[in-house]
């Protein structure tokens, strides 16, 4: 099969052709329609690149991580001294065969993946959050390579690769859906939708009525400020510099937008909610900077929930009763929320389409950084059947 190869020290990952290896007992093999591209696939490449920690990846490593959540750390340990990989976690699909014990799926489902696997048998699991699974189904690094190219261990990124023709997952990383939902707009539901909707109606527990602050509406922001609207909220603010982002966020139903480059967005935000601050508020950028200020502008008893960075001073997190929270994966239990999202897709009430600014092939993955700069699309998918 094809597939984006990602040599560190290289450049950007170029179209190459990648053995893949067939599934085993709880494995799954799907051909790849479209692929989402996050910005944590960017972020870990530069990361990388630069050693720079950017985001989330200014985190590998982390002591406390590893004694937390062994799975999650064996996984990015890897990704961060591997030599090649195919980025990518945002897939839909078509399922091509199956491994004997898979009951889940069957070969002609239509199916998106999502960047977590879960074993269902650990204290996670069993207490309902399974995006928090302690061990992790995956094949470890001593173990035969999913993917290779001329005989050299290719990872997954995410456990996914969805950069490429072809995916090899575990079952529980695969949700089924509909013939009926378009592949670029099912491709985003694996991360952007699953982490900006469930941080508002998981995490947070937006409540109706209530005021909400967005710091960034790329993908998982946009998607944030929906799931706000959709808990019922009152007042959604959207931040951000691109006009053209600020724009989709009015339609998305965002009630007011500030662009932070015309002056402080904490005080506007205040003069807003008349002094009092909102009831929630979403850092999505991975600059503490912004988080910071995703935390200044809480009320009492506001809720900061940081999705990719965290502020430095929270002292008055005591006297104002206040409380910041992350939300990994928008604390998802895909097997149950994904078709709930697909149903609020299907009602009208929840935007993917809108969202997809923009399908480029395979072969133009140099463009994407260009295209999110500028602002155009609050997500860029890769189309591997155009």
Known sequence: MRGLLYRVGEGPPTLTDIDIDTPRPDEVLVRVQAAGVCHSDLQFMETRETSTPRGLYGMYGAKREARLQPGITERRTEEREADMLVMGHEPCGTVLEVGSAVRAVVPGD??????MSNCGRCRSCLAGLPHLCLTLPRRSPSDTPRLSWQGRRVTQFANVGAFAEQILVHETSLVKIGDDIPAPAAAILGCCVATG?????NTARVTPFSSVAVFGTGGIGMSALQGSSICGAGTVIAVDPSPGKRELARTLGATHVID???GDPVDAILEIT?????DFSFETTAIPEVAQQAYDVLGLRGRLTCLSSAPADIRTVVSGERVVQGSY???TRPQTDIPYYLDLYRQGRLHLDEMVGKCIAPDEFESVEEILAA?????VVIDFEG
């Open 110 to 115: 239509r199916v998106i993946a999502i960047g």
């Open 197 to 201: 909707v469930g941080s508002a109606m």
């Open 260 to 262: 932070p480059g015309s």
């Open 274 to 278: 008349a002094g009092q601050g909102v």
């Open 329 to 331: 994966l928008g604390s």
């Open 375 to 379: 602002g155009s699309a609050a997500r």
